[in-house]
Structure formats: C-alpha cells, structure tokens
C-alpha cells in the first residue's frame, strides 16, 4: 500500500507499513492492544485496538504481510477484535481507511462496516473514509 499510494514516513509517518518498535510500544503504553497472527511461530498479520470509551472503540494497523494475504488472515484478526471489542462492552468499533483504496472498503462493508465519512487531512496525502461496525451486545454480531 505504501508503494502503491506514494506513502513514506516523510508524508505519512503513522501509516502502518513505517511501524517502528518505539511506536507500538507507546501505543500500548497509552491502552492500544495488539493482536498478532502467528503460523508456524512466525507473524503473519498484526491489528490494534484502541477503546477510546464506553461507546466506542477503534481497529487500527491491520496489516498482513504481502505473502500471507487474501488467506482470511486478515478476517481472522478483524473477528478477533470484534469479540474483545464485544467483551469490552462497547457498542461501535470504527476504522479509518484510505478512501481512494475502494477494494478494502468494499471488504469491510462485507463484513458489516458501514461508511460514515469521508475526510482530508492537511497532514496526510490521501483523504481518510471513516467506517464503523455496531456492536449488538445480546446477539451474534457476525455472518459465519
């Protein structure tokens, strides 16, 4: 993606693909929880989530490595943090997502995103789409 959308650490340093240690682990020092997808006792994907409140909470830096994707790893790890979100009581789990990138929109849409908005940031080269799930706490939330 970071090819394919021109993205460096210059113009987007937060974007997963210039994740560095020190940046994970301020991020879980400030309550962000990764999950990481393990094959054979080897990372194939990683996901954050973020609880901002009671109401809300974020997925962040899914990332699967280019080898490992269209395997349903990244599914996997989305459902994962579906059900902690589940547990943690909260009733929205939104996503921001490059908006020009309409294939990955379209894949969380399938599994019950819906998109709210779409914005520019002065500080990114791309416009964000904002997306989110709702959580219903006293059913399954999810198609099989």
Known sequence: MAERFGLTKENCPRHPSNCEADWVEKDMDSGVTYFILEEKGLASGCVALEKTNNELSYLERLAVLPDKRRCGIGKVLVDHVLDEAKLSGVRHLNIGTIAEQSELGDWY?????????TKEFAHLPFQVRFMSYEIKPNCKNRIQ
């Open 109 to 117: 849409r399938k599994i019950g995103f819906v998109e709210i908005e």
